[in-house]
């Protein structure tokens, strides 16, 4: 069960500049960067809750059958309390979270901004931004699945700052297996690797994640006429080592699809003497053979916990991946 807490419950608190060189980092993040969630003695214990020594016990799992020896047992009381709390549980009933998996975020609302309110400050716009542009578009894309060949599909990976390595990832099999199940369903059959090569072979994959907009602050940062602006459009993105799946079939063929819509296209590539980032676009393309893009919306710091994009971005996003998706089988035939 999903659980969310509506108020702050941790802060890492920094080192005020005073104290010289240790202020500025970099950080040790196990010992320097650890989450502060509340104040010892800042509730009554019992007399039976003694704090234990450091490496005195085992790090018990705990059991998950809501026993006395249960995962809570092993977590903060008052950790537990409050999330116990939020998910109608009672002093009693605690024992009924046999697990959880914590994420900590941004707690401030979204919020427009500049003069003219042209921006929107936000956490988590990477890729929480792309995503919802894209399912927003599958909503509003035309229902013509009877009249047409293709079906149109929206895939949201996690994990994909950490390698997306996990099974919910984009390394995972999840795309692949439900392609095939979605063709063998179709087919009344077990498809063939033939039947599922050719359908990797007609598809078309838009690897749609967060790009870097011009910081006006740091030009030289940036290649000559790559330097995408937020409220323009969608940016195509590209690497001549590979980080991106960009090439010039994809490019010509997306840039055709927004043309049809009015969908203006920006392009971006890092400068050959700095680090680019990576999407899930190369690892999907390569294990499935699609022909694929990279395409995103532009936003400003990007990696921080609070971001910056523009106001009309995600609007354009929709209509860049509408276009998208209601264009595509008749550009497809345009270049065959």
Known sequence: K??????????????????????????NPETQMVPI?????????????????????PSLLGSADGSASSFVKTQPPRLVKAIGNALGLGPNTYSNIVNWELELYDTQPAQAGGLDKEFIFAG?????????AAI????EAQDDTEESSMIKVVGLFDNEEIGSLLRQGARGNFLPQTMERTVGALADHTPTSDLIGRTYANSFLVSSDVIHAVNPNF????????APQLNVGVVVSAD????????AVSTAIFQRCADKVGAKLQVFQIRNDSRSGGTVG?????????RAIDAGIPQLSMHSIRATTGS???????????????????????FR
């Open 124 to 132: 988590r716009v990477d890729d929480k931004l792309c995503s919802w």
């Open 2 to 27: 999903l659980v969310k807490l509506d108020w702050p419950i941790a802060r890492i608190p920094t080192l005020a500049p005073h104290f010289g060189a240790a202020a500025s980092g970099p950080f």
């Open 37 to 57: 969630i509340g104040l010892e003695g800042a509730e009554t214990h019992s007399s039976e809750e003694q704090a234990a020594e450091p490496f005195s016990q």
């Open 136 to 139: 927003q578009a599958l909503l």
């Open 240 to 247: 001549s080592n590979g980080h991106m799946t960009t090439d």
């Open 282 to 290: 190369p690892m999907l393309s390569s294990m499935t053979g699609i």
């Open 312 to 334: 009309k971005d995600p609007g354009l996003g929709v209509l860049c991946f509408r276009g998208f998706l209601n264009g595509f089988e008749a550009v497809d035939k345009e």
């Open 219 to 226: 030009l030289n940062a940036y290649l000559e006429n790559h």
